[in-house]
């Protein structure tokens, strides 16, 4: 098993940074690819972005590029989510995720290739 615990969330104004964390434990030897989602209220939750443990490959979704960036440390076994430039859209839970699956090229994103989840973080993101 692997555990996954989010921190870091909370309320800012469109435009402001924010950078959120996940901690892993556990089984963290089996994960190989790290990454985060959301959701906001009625939608589906959606790919971020992830990044390879390994080499440190990473790729966003179409709605973050150029805007939020994707981090890890390997020694602590923590990846990071620094997301500048929020706007309202912004707004959702945002999960950690881990994966066994790795991709031969670019990242692991569908929802079903990652075997476990965080509780989640709010993320906020004001007028």
């Known amino acids: 098993q692997v555990q996954l615990v989010e921190s870091g969330g909370g309320l800012v104004q469109a435009g402001d940074s924010l950078m959120i964390s996940c901690a892993a434990s556990g089984r963290t030897f089996s994960v190989a690819t790290m990454g985060w989602f959301r959701q906001a209220p009625g939608k589906e939750r959606e790919f971020v972005a992830a990044?390879?443990?390994?080499?440190?490959?990473?790729d966003y979704g179409d709605s973050v590029k150029g805007r939020f960036t994707i981090s890890r440390d390997n020694a602590g076994n923590t990846v990071y989510l620094q997301m500048n430039t929020l706007k309202p859209e912004d707004t959702a839970v945002y999960y950690c995720?881990?994966?066994?699956?790795?991709?031969?090229?670019?990242?692991?994103?569908?929802?079903?290739?990652?075997?476990?989840w965080g509780q989640g973080t709010q993320v906020t993101v004001s007028l």
């Open positions: 995720a881990a994966s066994s699956a790795e991709a031969l090229i670019g990242v692991v994103t569908r929802r079903n290739t990652y075997d476990y």
């Open positions: 990044i390879k443990w390994g080499d440190g490959t990473s």
